[in-house]
């Protein structure tokens, strides 16, 4: 059985930062992608920061330059490193794990991605 678990999530101020981790375990024969994802209330999930096997990673735009996605494979954990939040930030965030060549389009969303953690929170305070 395949489990992703987020963790890291929490409340800070606009300008802070978090860490957060997805441990994952459970056998897939092939990965093409791991991302973040994040949701707001009233919003659609939408992708944060996504990890390729055999190319650089991609972000959304709200995100370049503050968030880097990276991955410990010997621990089977996947990170991401959130600098200068803003309130535009809260939301849950989810990984996801993708088992098909279409989480590598440019427009690759949800519906790209099989196996999902719960999410964790993060709240950011103005």
């Known amino acids: 059985q395949v489990q992703l678990v987020e963790s890291g999530g929490g409340s800070v101020q606009a300008g802070g930062s978090l860490r957060l981790s997805c441990v994952t375990s459970g056998y897939i024969a092939v990965t093409y992608c791991m991302a973040w994802f994040r949701q707001a209330p009233g919003k659609e999930r939408e992708a944060v920061a996504t990890?390729?096997?055999?190319?650089?990673?991609r972000y959304a735009n709200s995100v370049k330059g503050r968030f880097t996605i990276s991955q410990d494979r010997d621990k089977n954990t996947l990170y991401l490193q959130m600098n200068s939040l803003q309130p535009e930030g809260t939301a849950m965030y989810y990984c996801a794990k993708s088992t098909t060549y279409s989480c590598y389009a440019a427009g690759a969303t949800s519906i790209d991605y099989r196996y999902w953690g719960k999410g964790t929170q993060v709240t950011v305070s103005s």
């Open positions: 990890s390729f096997s055999n190319r650089s990673p």
